[in-house]
């Protein structure tokens, strides 16, 4: 079993500046990437980001250039820094753990993001 628990979600005016961060415990050795995810109520939930145990990263092409995505092995941590925020970009972030080939996948508990104008 992996827990993942994000946190750092807030409120925050248009053009500024958060940092999600997602901790891995238990059973990490069987994730191969981690993901954030976003979810607005009524809309699929969204690839915002992912990392692979690589290193690789890609983001969403609506949070290129704003948002980066990075980890510390030494915690179990992930993180979402977020810049130049945009009401658009209110949601609820779930953390998720891409389970390697014959583990399931992860999901956090998800953090809000509220975005002002």
């Known amino acids: 079993q992996v827990q993942l628990v994000e946190s750092g979600g807030g409120l925050v005016q248009a053009g500024g500046s958060l940092r999600l961060s997602c901790a891995a415990s238990?059973?990490?050795?069987?994730?191969?990437?981690m993901n954030w995810y976003r979810q607005v109520p009524g809309k699929q939930r969204e690839l915002v980001a992912y990392i692979t145990n690589g290193g690789s990263t890609d983001y969403a092409d609506s949070v290129k250039g704003r948002f980066t995505i990075s980890r510390d092995s030494a915690k179990n941590t992930v993180y979402l820094q977020m810049n130049s925020l945009k009401p658009e970009d209110t949601a609820v972030y779930y953390c998720?753990?891409?389970?390697?080939?014959?583990?399931?996948?992860?999901w956090g508990q998800g953090t809000h993001v509220t975005v002002s104008s």
């Open positions: 238990g059973s990490i050795f069987t994730i191969s990437a």
């Open positions: 998720k753990g891409n389970g390697r080939i014959g583990s399931r996948d992860y």
